[in-house]
């Protein structure tokens, strides 16, 4: 099934979201390799696509996994909560149905 990752930043995290950026792209590369990954990115604290020093507020994950656990066992041992950057981490199964 498919879950949606809901990742909320710490406040003046973008420091710690620069530093881990390489080991959390690596973890969505291989869901992407193994054809899990339906899409993943973040959101900008401004509306423009790079919002410069004004950083991020958080993620959107959208992955299969086996269960809801697994889902948020996956979700909780990312390298940017180890780092900090994500204060809040909600996980919820996800039906696609377009496109």
């Given at each position: 099934?498919?879950?949606?990752?809901?990742?909320?930043?710490?406040?003046?995290?973008?420091?710690?979201?620069?530093?881990?950026?390489?080991?959390?792209?690596?973890?969505?590369?291989?869901?992407?390799?193994?054809?899990?990954?339906?899409l993943a990115g973040?959101?900008?604290?401004?509306?423009?696509?790079?919002?410069?020093?004004?950083?991020?507020?958080?993620?959107?994950?959208?992955?299969?996994?086996?269960?809801?656990?697994?889902?948020?066992?996956?979700?909780?041992?990312d390298p940017y909560?180890?780092?900090?950057?994500?204060?809040?981490?909600?996980?919820k199964p996800f039906?696609?149905?377009?496109?």
């Open positions: 099934m498919w879950y949606a990752i809901l990742c909320s930043d710490a406040a003046n995290s973008l420091e710690k979201r620069q530093s881990a950026r390489p080991r959390h792209l690596e973890r969505l590369r291989r869901l992407q390799s193994e054809g899990r990954l339906l973040p959101h900008p604290a401004i509306d423009a696509e790079d919002p410069g020093p004004n950083g991020y507020t958080g993620s959107l994950i959208v992955a299969e996994f086996p269960s809801l656990e697994a889902a948020s066992a996956w979700a909780n041992a909560r180890e780092a900090g950057v994500y204060r809040e981490i909600s996980v039906r696609k149905v377009l496109p």
